[in-house]
């Protein structure tokens, strides 16, 4: 920013305006734009007792201050200057505007004074440095209050201020635009050119006629693309965001775009932000900014202000933008800006048109496109040079070889991946998959590892209880009774059980509410399970919670596998509950209650415990170790050992159906299963075993809760071989991820929680559930399988080859078509035989055999061994060299075809328009013929086994043909297309010139199935 | 063969990466043990940085966390604070689950005749037993003192005489013979490792070490260190921690060290990470407890006893006895008095020593405890392979 710094300070501040007395507007220079120092002067001159009001405008520059009457306006305005002159001295020094802020440590004893209501009005949400305020100051400048939220006047005045909270939509590419894109391509510019030359040289039909061709390659390109645009469109529609908000007083749920700048937003885990917001309070809150900052890491977010002004966005650890998500913990948030002034909004209007970006086959397919306009045009200013020599006409030469090079171009390369992706998005969605971003289609044909998140994809997420271990003996629980061995048991005979039920729903953070004298549990299926066993045991839970208020909860985290709560009781006044990690739970204890007796714990009973906890784990059990302590009030409750023990609980989460299978056809497939799971080894083990994701090798499990201090080399090393991650902490899931990656796999990455949401989002496609999983995962996620089905993913991967392999398909049948054009029109003038084909020739050409076979290439079903194949290396080319020579063979054996045809007609009518026909016909027919080849890279027509019908492909064969035959019977055609008729014999050489090149072709692929 | 001579040994704390490793394997092995006399399990481990590697074999009716166990080792040996430690590291495991191979042999005090007979030797090994009268537990002087100087070493650690030390450590004792009796201590090397290269200096490391380790473990030894005798401490520069971020470990690299400390032969087999139906495990214990039980019946001044197994066959092919010319009868007449007396077959074996009950007898682990310093001439624990009890009964005849 332009700082001004004037000669002489004593300009600095002049008094306009001071008829009212206590009340003095001052115009300072340096402050007109300059945000900062307007906040510097809001800021820090109420600091003085006498002054009452402040407000600076950065877009007048001036100052209005009320004072005290008595005091003297020039001492104010001696004290704005000593502000500004401070201030653009430190931004002399420095290179920003923003310098200056960090040298303000004072900005935080700015307070407004009790009872005072500051009239410092801020206009705009533009880039203020909220983060560096206190969270006070920001609530009244903004007219809020943390408890009560705006009022109702407020929030009008708000709304009228600053408007609604909506971002302009990004205009979508108008029909016209597409339609007038059709004709902005190099072979366009060809066609014009060569229906200039047809003027000029008096071929006015011949001009018509292209145009013709232009216009309907045009409207075919036009209808296609506009449908795939819509398809494509149609990803975007996000999950409309809800926002809790509190205003006037109350907690209320209000669409995002309702959201007012001073509304206090309520952030618990899986909300969105909804506006850019200054953290008023935060309880470990952690957000996922990386729409913003590219970060996948959750950030954790505090409330105090910050220190330094010159920070990126991603360090304004206590701001929340807009567009974020709240990962974990929870906090309050007053909001600074909103709509197009948020950060989110400042990126969207600079992005003015929001268009899907090119996948890399679409990349790829331009560049191939591009590549061989280079090469047909060299190889058709041979022909023209090759012509002059032979001494043809300029003219004649000039259009032969311009529409040589309009029927060799590929035009519809791109189109084509489009179109072919679009609809592979439209097919996915019948299968209940829907794909969310566009090149996730060809990369899901590709991925070689897929990463399982267990809960919740491998498993329903829904837990129950079936163990405990309690007083060193089993207590199942079965059809909602509790059995020792074979007897029914009472659990209120039992001390131990009942304590330990009681820590269960008591360091537990489900919600329990009732409806209808029905509980209500709100809460994670662990949790849930473990208040809903209680319920069943006849224990009074909510009752259990009112007697024993919580008073402080520690979290399970990466170093302490376990969650600790401290609460009130009558006597001895604390007890401290923990649950978690069996083994970490009992490593802190001492004693334990059996037979309501408090005994101390031996050695020999910890063996026989963690005995019995492998064995829990090892039938798939979730183990939870439970213990308790009980101090006085006045003690520190930061009890870490000397625990009672109470017992184990064992808990299930069934495997989904049919999630074996999926994992064998996965393997099938020829994918890498890994699973990811927090389960303890022995859990990780039988599950792991059960799903079969060794595919017969030893199962590699890694235990590690510390991941991210293993060294990445190691880490990559290890990744290669590991089936299942046990006792991962959510935060290492992108880690893992991210390790796969570095071995240089194309990883899916499948999960439902909130904590996936950066793994999902940093694997190559992020896969969600769409029943049991969160916003979150969804919103993140490149694929999400609406039934949370498996099987559907194996459909899914399955399209996204087929897919892949019609995009080859129809590039293989375009340039060996082409490359057919080329080489006859090429050795025929080489060898002096005159030019086959005319201009109107190669056009029909280019018309009838290039558009419809190869769109309905695109569309061919899937063939039957696609799933049995081995996912393509993705750093392969779409087409290989060994392809290039493939399809010059098959273009050299349709050439070869129709210049025999050619060669009879020439030693039968010499030299001229019924040799011509000759070729003309053959060329086509086989080119159309050629489609039927081009289905399958190995299977025949001769196999006994026949691919899955085409009817796109029948049709467009049998039209095509049958166009073909109208240019032999329809005169009006002829004439156009300078044909002659044709005999019979004729038509029988033609006949089988067009069918030799299919026959060659079949019998020369290498086929790996039935015979040749 | 020269009668004059030098012989060093050497030893390895239990902090010694690769000493871990042979630790880990055998907590599995008790572990399984403790809760299934009949379990199967080859347990072989790795450890290199903060990633341990363990690759398991095993057929069994309990589970078994595996990581959980290898991390209370790590835990034990005092793996706590460092770069490397119980909590932090990675375990790997690669698991695979047989199908048992040695159906019905029953629990020990059922064992039939037949049984024994019927269990055969899954291993072709040649296995090496040894026993010689320059120490109170007959091994060899060398590796009794080397171990003896480890196992002080880890003392001094664990009890916080010095606290500094970290867990990984070896020590190396030349012995110096004249016609094949000790006669002084030709060297001592001790390479300890410590928390902080930077404390204490080397200086007052080696005085802490002379006083603490060396002068207590030779109180009351017969053949002590001399003047001439030349002690090294670290000779190659304070050690930082040591331990697996240092160096990597593998089960089964310290035979000489689990053995005779390469006084006598030994075999080419681990014997860590197996379970005791390994005849090239518990063959070695066998072969031990007969060479040990001749010395002391006082026929042979040293003896070495030779077994060969092969697969298929319960009892060994052969039992082979050198005395080296220390003999009282015929080596001969020793072998056949062995033979006569010493039950080789490998269900013998296993019920003679009740090598599947002893981890859940003793308390904390059988073969865990057994994997650090030395599977013989133990006198921290009650090994029935060390036992004279054959002693009176050779003796008699």
């Known amino acids: ?1012 | 063969m020269k009668r004059d001579y030098i012989h060093t040994s050497e030893s390895v704390t239990e902090g010694h990466p690769d000493k871990l490793c042979d630790q880990i394997s055998d907590a599995i092995i008790d572990r399984f043990l403790e809760h299934d006399v009949h379990a199967r399990v080859t347990a072989e481990c790795a450890v290199s940085l903060s990633v341990v590697f363990i690759a398991a074999r095993f057929a069994s009716g309990i589970k078994v966390d595996f990581p959980n166990v290898a991390r209370k080792v790590i835990q034990r040996i005092g793996y706590v604070e460092h770069e490397f430690n119980f909590r932090t590291c990675s375990i790997l495991t690669s698991l695979k689950e047989m199908v048992p191979d040695q159906h019905g042999f029953p629990d020990d005090d059922e064992v039939s005749e037949e049984d024994i007979n019927r269990l055969v030797a899954y291993d072709q090994v040649t296995l090496f037993g040894f026993a010689c009268n320059e120490s109170p537990t007959l091994m060899p002087l060398p590796i009794w003192l080397a171990h003896k100087l480890t196992r002080r070493l880890s003392e001094v650690r664990l009890q916080n005489v010095l606290p500094y030390l970290a867990p990984d450590g070896t020590t190396q004792v030349g012995v110096e013979y004249k016609d094949r009796i000790p006669q002084r201590i030709h060297s001592i090397t001790i390479n300890s490792s410590q928390n902080d290269r930077a404390y204490p200096k080397p200086e007052r490391l080696r005085e802490d070490i002379l006083e603490n380790v060396v002068r207590s473990v030779f109180q009351d030894e017969p053949v002590a260190p001399d003047k001439n005798t030349e002690i090294f401490v670290n000779p190659g520069g304070p050690l930082k921690l040591g331990g697996p971020s240092v160096h990597s470990g593998l089960t089964g690299r310290k035979n000489a060290i689990d053995t005779y400390g390469g006084y006598a032969r030994n075999s080419g087999a681990a014997l860590s990470g197996k379970d005791p139906f390994r005849i090239d495990r518990v063959g070695a214990y066998a072969a031990r407890y007969a060479a040990k039980n001749i010395v002391a019946a006082g026929l042979a001044d040293r003896c070495e006893v030779q077994i060969s197994y092969s697969i298929g066959l319960a009892g060994p092919v052969s039992v082979q006895v050198e005395t080296m010319g220390t003999g009282k009868i015929s080596d001969d007449a020793i072998s056949a008095l062995v033979e006569k007396h010493f039950d080789f077959r490998l269900g013998g074996i296993v019920k003679q020593f009740n090598l599947r009950k002893l981890p859940s007898l003793s308390k904390g682990g059988f073969y865990r405890k057994l994997a650090a310093y030395g599977h013989f001439g133990r006198t921290d624990m009650e090994l029935p392979w060390e036992a004279t009890d054959k002693a009176d009964l050779l003796r008699s005849l």
């Open chain 1, 1 to 1012: 920013m332009y700082i001004f710094v004037p000669e002489r300070l004593t300009e600095l501040v002049k008094v306009i305006h001071d008829a009212v007395r206590g009340r003095v507007r001052y115009k300072v220079q340096g402050l007109y734009h300059s945000l900062p120092l307007r906040y510097r002067i809001e800021m820090l001159l109420p600091q003085d007792p006498e002054v009452r009001e402040v407000s600076a405008s950065a877009l007048t520059g001036n100052v209005l201050v009320i004072f005290d009457p008595e005091c003297n306006p020039r001492k104010i305005g001696s004290q704005i200057e000593q502000i500004a002159v401070s201030y653009l001295q430190e931004s002399r020094n420095g290179d920003g505007s923003e310098q200056s802020l960090a040298a303000m440590p004072e900005i935080r004893a700015a307070r407004p004074r009790k009872g005072e209501q500051r009239l410092a009005v801020i206009e705009t949400g533009d880039s203020t440095p909220w983060y560096l305020m206190e969270s006070k100051f920001v609530l009244v400048s903004l007219n809020s209050s943390k408890k009560r939220g705006l009022s109702a006047e407020a929030a009008q005045a708000n709304l009228k201020k600053y408007g609604p909270n909506i971002i302009p939509e990004s205009a979508s590419r108008a029909k016209w635009d597409i339609f007038i894109d059709q004709f902005k391509s190099l072979p366009v510019a060809l066609l014009g050119a060569a229906a200039g030359l047809s003027v000029m040289t008096g071929g006015l039909s011949d001009a018509l006629v292209i145009l013709a061709v232009v216009g309907i390659n045009a409207v075919i390109g036009f209808v296609t693309e506009n449908d795939a645009e819509k398809t494509i469109k149609s990803l975007k529609t996000l999950i409309r965001p809800y926002a809790h908000v509190r205003r006037e007083g109350t907690l209320r749920e209000i669409p995002a775009d309702q959201v007012l700048v001073g509304d206090i937003l309520v952030l618990k885990p899986g909300a969105y932000v909804t506006a850019d917001a200054r953290l008023i309070e935060s309880n470990r809150l952690t957000v996922d900014e990386s729409v913003l900052t590219g970060e996948s890491m959750p950030v954790t977010k505090i409330s105090t202000p910050l220190k330094e002004a010159k920070i990126p966005l991603g360090d304004r650890v206590n701001m929340v933008y807009s567009g974020t998500l709240v990962t974990g913990g929870q906090g309050l948030a007053i909001v600074v800006a909103s709509g197009r002034s948020s950060e989110m909004g400042k990126i969207q209007s600079l992005l003015a048109e929001a268009e899907a970006p090119e996948t890399p086959i679409e990349r790829q397919l331009t560049t191939i496109g591009n590549q061989l306009v280079w090469i047909s045009s060299a190889i058709c200013g041979v022909v023209f040079f090759i012509g002059l020599l032979r001494g043809n006409g300029v003219i004649q030469m000039l259009k032969t070889a311009i529409s040589l090079a309009v029927a060799a171009v590929p035009e519809g390369l791109p189109a084509v991946a489009t179109t072919t992706l679009a609809l592979g998005i439209k097919n996915m969605r019948r299968h209940k998959v829907l794909i969310r971003n566009l090149h996730a289609i060809c990369t899901l044909g590709s991925v070689q590892t897929i990463c399982f998140d267990k809960t919740g994809t491998v498993t329903y997420n829904k837990m129950s209880v079936l163990m405990f271990y309690s007083g060193m003996r089993r207590i199942d629980v079965r059809n909602e009774g509790f059995f020792s061995g074979e007897t029914l048991f009472n659990p209120f005979d039992s001390d131990e059980l009942l304590k330990l039920m009681h820590v269960c729903v008591l360091c537990n953070e489900t919600q329990i509410d009732t409806k209808q004298r029905q509980y209500v549990l709100s809460g994670s299926a662990t949790e849930n399970a473990l208040v809903q066993v209680a319920i069943t045991a006849g224990v009074d839970v909510q009752a259990l919670r009112e007697q024993n208020p919580l008073l402080h909860t520690d979290y399970r985290s990466d170093n302490r596998q376990f969650m600790r709560t401290v609460h009130v009781t009558g006597n001895p006044g604390r007890l401290v509950a923990l649950k978690g990690s069996p083994v970490d739970v009992l490593a802190r204890c001492t004693f334990q209650i059996k037979n309501g007796q408090k005994t101390l714990l031996t050695d020999e009973e910890k063996d026989l415990i963690e005995a019995e906890n492998d064995s829990m784990a090892g039938d798939a059990l979730r183990v939870l170790g439970v213990a308790y302590a009980t101090a006085s009030g006045d003690e520190s409750l930061d009890v870490d050992e000397g625990l009672t023990w109470l017992g184990l609980v064992g808990m299930a989460d069934p495997i989904r159906e049919g999630v074996k299978e999926s994992v064998a056809m996965l393997h099938r497939a020829g994918l890498e299963t890994v699973m990811i799971t927090g389960d303890q080894g022995p859990t990780a083990y039988a599950v792991g075993r059960e799903l079969g994701l060794n595919n017969g090798n030893p199962l590699e499990i890694l235990d590690s809760t510390h991941l991210s201090v293993t060294d990445p080399a190691v880490m990559k090393a290890l990744s290669k071989q590991v089936h299942v991650f046990s006792r991962v902490s959510p935060s290492h899931k992108l880690q893992i991820v991210q390790s796969l990656q570095s071995t240089g796999r194309v990883v899916a990455m499948t999960g439902d929680g909130i904590n996936d949401g950066p793994a999902l989002k940093a694997a190559d496609v992020g896969i969600a559930m769409g029943q049991g999983g969160t916003d979150v995962a969804r919103e993140v996620a490149d694929v999400v399988l609406e039934e949370d089905d498996l099987e559907t993913l194996i459909i899914a991967i399955s399209d996204g080859r087929t897919i892949y392999n019609n995009i080859r398909k129809t590039l293989h049948y375009l340039l060996a078509t082409n490359f057919s054009e080329i080489q006859v029109m090429f050795v025929a003038g080489a060898l002096g035989l005159g030019y086959p084909l005319n201009t109107m020739q190669l056009l029909w050409i280019n018309l009838v055999s290039d558009i419809f076979p190869g769109l309905a290439l695109a569309l061919e079903p899937a063939e039957p061994d696609v799933i049995d194949q081995p996912p393509r290396d993705p750093m392969e080319p779409i087409v290989k060299t060994e392809d290039f020579k493939r399809i010059t063979f098959e273009a050299a054996t349709m050439t070869a075809a129709s210049l025999t045809a050619y060669g009879y007609g020439l030693m039968k009518y010499g030299m001229g328009p019924a040799a011509g026909t000759m070729a003309f016909h053959s060329l086509t027919t086989s080119q159309i013929l050629h489609a039927l080849s081009c289905r399958s890279e190995k299977r025949t027509i001769f196999d006994s086994e026949k691919s899955a019908p085409n009817k796109y492909l029948t049709a467009a064969v049998v039209g095509s043909l049958g166009m073909q035959l109208a240019t032999l019977l329809v005169p009006g055609l002829r004439t156009l297309l300078g044909t002659t008729r044709v005999a019979l014999t004729d038509a029988l050489v033609i006949g089988a010139t067009s069918v030799l090149p299919l026959l060659v072709t079949e019998a020369t692929k290498t086929g790996v199935v039935g015979p040749k």
